[in-house]
Structures are given as structure tokens and as C-alpha cells.
């Protein structure tokens, strides 16, 4: 499941590899006018991946929950089954496949398909103040869903929403409102450099607090790690229920 921090070490790679190319040949039909133009950009964006080329056209992909982008050299054996691909760019010796992005299109405008989106919490500088101005708009009812949120701060995923609320010790069930600004900048900050130095580190060497700890204990109190669907899009947080609990507040139960 790709976060912001994935597709930018993908597109670190593309650029790498394939930038200044020329398109050999691009699959299926509906990439096929990328064929003779040559590669002038790769560009990350929250979730999404901009491959400019030159005529002004782009080629835009969201990676959501499947997608993925390898490099492979010509005759290179690929790590998943040809069917899965949705878009195939060949070069002289380098072969760029795209397997399994909800979506593929080409685009003439590279900024339309991310104008939405809010500041990407991966760039240098970050633009807080426009995140938290975006985050008291937002209508996000809970921490948790603010986060993810990529209209208000684009890139953080799953895994650094539950990382970042431990982190901190907030509830993820907790209102936005409920926050003050300074703590709301502080979650965001967190969540950005618990991503940031995922840049240049593989992902297999990734040590998560609580994202996929469930049943076992927190590391900071003991307590087992809980799992509970959170939104309309039930998206699982981890969570520690001792460490994470909402600050009481007098009169309430
Ligand atoms: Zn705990």
C-alpha cells in the first residue's frame, strides 16, 4: 500500500532511468501516442505520479491502495504476471511497467489531475500554514480521517496517520476541533519526519510502532495494541488504547 514516501523513492528511480528517453513503444492502445517522445520529467505528487513527455502531454497515475511502478532492463524477468500491467513504456534498454493503478490517463494539463490536493507533506519547504488553514475547512470528523485527508496534506497514508497519532499520544477518534493549532502543526510535523527519512531508506528496514502491531504490546506502556475500522472507508487504525486515550474532562463519564 503505497504512501507518499513510496512514490517518491518510485519516481526517484523512474528519473533515474528513464528521464530524457525516448518512448520506444507504450502499451495498451490508449498510452500508444507516448511512442517517439522522449521523457522530460518524473514528478510525485501526494499519491499520484506525473511522467511528463515532450509535446506537452503527461502521462498520470494513482497509485491508491495497488498500484506500483517497476523498472526492469530489456529481457528482465518481471516480478508480476504481464496481465496485472497497466501501462508498459519501452526504451532503448530499459523497460517501465506499471502494474495494477486504479488509474492510467494521459493528460494534456500535468497540473489538473493534483490541483486539488493539499501541500505535499514530503516537500522542502512544507507549506503548514496552508495545511492547517486547509485542516480547519476541512470537514474530516475525526483525526484519523483528517489525515488522510489528502485534499488538506497530501502523501500521508495509513501507516504514518496510526504512527504519527501514537507519536503523539492523541486518540485518532478525537475532533480536529478539539485541537489547538499548535498541536494540530505538531501532528503534522511528526508525521512528516517519522516519512521523511524514508527517502532514502528501504522500506524493509522500516520499524513501525504501532501500524501492524495489533495484539502486541505498545512500546512505550505494555498495553496490546488495538485494531478498530475507522470511517466510511473503514480504513484499520492501531492504536494503544492506554497511551491514546482522549484527556478526561470534568462532568464527563
Ligand atoms: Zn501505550
Redesign the pocket.
Known amino acids: 500500500m503505497p504512501e507518499g514516501d513510496t512514490i517518491w523513492r518510485t519516481a526517484a528511480a523512474l528519473r533515474r532511468r528513464i528521464a530524457g528517453k525516448v518512448v520506444m513503444d507504450a502499451r495498451p492502445a490508449v498510452i500508444a501516442r507516448l511512442k517517439g517522445r522522449r521523457v522530460e520529467a518524473v514528478e510525485p505528487n501526494g499519491k499520484h505520479l506525473l511522467m511528463r513527455f515532450e509535446g506537452g502531454i503527461a502521462l498520470h497515475s494513482h497509485m491508491r491502495m495497488t498500484g506500483s511502478w517497476h523498472v526492469y532492463r530489456r529481457g528482465e524477468r518481471w516480478r508480476l504476471p504481464e496481465w496485472r500491467a497497466t501501462a508498459v513504456l519501452s526504451f532503448d534498454d530499459t523497460v517501465a511497467v506499471c502494474f495494477a493503478a486504479p488509474v492510467m490517463e494521459l493528460v494534456r494539463d500535468a497540473q489538473a489531475p493534483v490541483a486539488h490536493l493539499g501541500p505535499d507533506i514530503l516537500v522542502d519547504p512544507f507549506d503548514l500554514d496552508a495545511v492547517i488553514d486547509r485542516a480547519r475547512h476541512s470537514e474530516a470528523p475525526t483525526l484519523g480521517e483528517l489525515l488522510l485527508e489528502q485534499r488538506v496534506c497530501a502523501g500521508i497514508g495509513n501507516i504514518y496517520k496510526c504512527e504519527a497519532l501514537?507519536a503523539l499520544?492523541l486518540d485518532a477518534w478525537m475532533a480536529p476541533s478539539e485541537l489547538d493549532d499548535a498541536r494540530l502543526r505538531a501532528l503534522y510535523l511528526t508525521a512528516r519526519d517519522l516519512m521523511r527519512p524514508n527517502l532514502v531508506r528501504p522500506i524493509a528496514r522500516q520499524r513501525h510502532a504501532v501500524h501492524g502491531r495489533g495484539g502486541r504490546?505498545?512500546?512505550?506502556?505494555?498495553?496490546p495494541?488495538r485494531i478498530r475500522a475507522q470511517g466510511h472507508q473503514a480504513r484499520l487504525t492501531y492504536f494503544?488504547?492506554?497511551?491514546?486515550r482522549k484527556p478526561a474532562v470534568v462532568g464527563e463519564d
Open positions: 501514537w499520544r504490546p505498545c512500546r512505550r506502556c505494555g498495553t495494541i494503544c488504547p492506554r497511551c491514546q
